[in-house]
T-cell receptor
C-alpha cells in the first residue's frame, strides 16, 4: 500500500534557490527515508531520519520529521542543475519493507 | 556503499514470451530483496518480498503465477514475467539491504520492459 503523499508533485525553481518538498504518511514508523531518482534510473538513498529524531543534515540536504503530524520535509539548499530529479520519501513498515510516496519532480533551471 | 546490480537494463520482448530479470548484491549478502514496479511519472509499487531459500511474499493484487520470483542464493534474486503482455510493460526495480530492519536500501539500476 502507498501511504506517503508528497507535495508538491512538481517543482520548478531557478538554480541557486532552495527547494522544499513535503511528505505525509499515515501509520507509525521506525524511520523515514528520502531517495532520489534520475529519469529512467534506480533510486539513490539520500538520508534516513529515525522516529526519535526531529532534524538531520547532510551536505546541502536538511530533513525534518514531525511524528505528531506524520510529516517530513526535505530541503535542498543552493540548488544546482544536477539536482534535477524525482525525490521520494519512504517509510519503513518493518522487516525492511519500504512504502514510497508519490514523489516530487524537481526541475532546476539554469 | 553496497552495490546492487540489475540486469538487463532494458528488454523488448514479444507478447506471450517470458522475460527474466536478475538482481544481484555484489558486495554483501541479502537475505531479503524487494521487487518494485514503476509506471511513468509514478511512484514505486512494491510487488513482492523475495526471501532467500523460501517462497516470495506477494503484495495484494500481484499475480504469483505471472511474476515468478526465485531467491536461490544470498546474492541473487530473479523476477520472471511469464507470458508477457503489453500491459506488463513497465520499469521494474529491485532493492536489497545489507543491514538490520529498516535501514537504507540499495537499488538496482532498474529494467525497462517493453512488450510488443
Amino acid at each position: 500500500s502507498q501511504q506517503g503523499e508528497e507535495d508538491p508533485q512538481a517543482l520548478s525553481i531557478q538554480e541557486g534557490e532552495n527547494a522544499t518538498m513535503n511528505c505525509s504518511y499515515k501509520t507509525s514508523i521506525n524511520n523515514l527515508q528520502w531517495y532520489r531518482q534520475n529519469s529512467g534510473r534506480g533510486l539513490v538513498h539520500l538520508i534516513l531520519i529515525r522516529s526519535n529524531e526531529r532534524e538531520k543534515h547532510s551536505g546541502r540536504l536538511r530533513v525534518t520529521l514531525d511524528t505528531s503530524k506524520k510529516s517530513s520535509s526535505l530541503l535542498i539548499t543552493a540548488s544546482r542543475a544536477a539536482d534535477t530529479a524525482s525525490y521520494f520519501c519512504a517509510t519503513d513498515e518493518g522487516a525492511q519493507k519500504l512504502v514510497f510516496g508519490q514523489g516530487t519532480r524537481l526541475t532546476i533551471n539554469p | 556503499g553496497a552495490v546492487v546490480s540489475q540486469h538487463p537494463s532494458w528488454v523488448i520482448c514479444k507478447s506471450g514470451t517470458s522475460v527474466k530479470i536478475e538482481c544481484r548484491s555484489l558486495d554483501f549478502q541479502a537475505t531479503t530483496m524487494f521487487w518494485y514496479r514503476q509506471f511513468p511519472k509514478q511512484s514505486l509499487m512494491l510487488m513482492a518480498t523475495s526471501n532467500e531459500g523460501s517462497k516470495a511474499t506477494y503484495e495484494q493484487g500481484v499475480e504469483k503465477d505471472k511474476f515468478l520470483i526465485n531467491h536461490a542464493s544470498l546474492t541473487l534474486s530473479t523476477l520472471t514475467v511469464t507470458s508477457a503482455h503489453p500491459e506488463d510493460s513497465s520499469f521494474y526495480i529491485c532493492s536489497a539491504s545489507d543491514s538490520g530492519a529498516g535501514e537504507k536500501a540499495f537499488f538496482g539500476q532498474g529494467t525497462r520492459l517493453t512488450v510488443v
